[in-house]
């Protein structure tokens, strides 16, 4: 168990809808980390927050939004659903130094249909 | 430009042979991360080392090894004497401030699915 919670572990959802993923870190880090992984594109980083604040932006769609809140938890939105957006999507936390390892939750597996 | 790379997609191995995941990184920063992390066919992500730009130092853990060569930019992974447990999908990464010009982000390679027939 790597500390990190996620939920919910599976979503099936229609096109056109918005889904909200919830991400808890491990006891302590500061910084959250959300990843994609689809079988054409691999693991696809996201978005980075650290202590609340946005610090890195990847290959995120502009339909899709994070936020991390006050308490360390972190939200990723995704709306205007695409079959194309099934995928295993990961949290993955982090210490307080921003070299550390990344430990990652179970994933959360979208469907769209 | 791809920054890590994992050119074994695929590897089938019987059970007690060795085998050795290749793991190439570029990066132009003097301090960096490097990790391998493995992902079993239950999904999750488990992490299996770490290590420095500045400790080249070889490291044995079990019947997992782990070679870094700066020269050839490489950061390869031997597991002995592998058993049926080890069938998993291996992913190399690398963090450094590339990406972002401030957070250290772990890039992940393709990943090496690791086959280990009884």
């Known amino acids: 168990d790597s500390g990190v919670t996620q939920t919910p572990k599976h979503l099936i959802t229609a096109t056109g809808q918005r889904v909200t993923l919830r991400c808890s870190p491990r006891?302590?880090?500061?910084?959250v980390y959300w990843y994609q992984q689809s079988l054409d594109q691999g693991l696809q980083f996201l978005i980075h927050?650290?202590?609340?604040?946005?610090?890195a932006k990847g290959n995120i769609l502009e339909r899709f939004s994070a936020q991390q809140f006050p308490d360390l938890h972190s939200e990723l939105n995704l709306s205007s659903l695409e079959l194309g957006d099934s995928a295993l999507y990961f949290c993955?936390?982090?210490?307080?130094?921003?070299?550390?390892?990344?430990?990652f939750g179970q994933g959360t597996r979208l469907t769209v249909v | 430009a791809q920054k890590v790379t994992q050119a074994q997609t695929e590897i089938s191995v019987v059970e007690k042979e060795d085998v050795t995941l290749d793991c190439v990184y570029e990066?132009?920063?003097?301090?960096?991360?490097l990790f391998w992390y493995k992902q079993p066919p239950s999904g999750e992500l488990v992490f299996l080392i770490r290590?420095?730009?500045?400790?080249?130092q070889n490291e044995i853990s079990g019947r997992y090894s782990w070679n870094f060569q700066k020269s050839t930019s490489s950061f390869n992974f031997t597991i002995t004497a592998s058993q049926v447990v080890d069938s998993a999908v291996y992913f190399c990464?690398?963090?450094?401030?590339?990406?972002?010009?401030?957070?250290?982000?772990?890039?992940f390679g393709r990943g090496t699915s690791l086959i280990v027939h009884p």
């Open positions: 006891s302590g880090d500061l910084s």
């Open positions: 290590r420095n730009s500045f400790d080249e």
């Open positions: 990464a690398l963090s450094d401030r590339g990406l972002s010009g401030g957070s250290y982000i772990p890039t």
């Open positions: 993955a936390s982090s210490g307080t130094g921003m070299n550390t390892e990344a430990f």
């Open positions: 927050y650290y202590n609340g604040e946005e610090r």
């Open positions: 990066t132009r920063d003097t301090t960096y991360y």
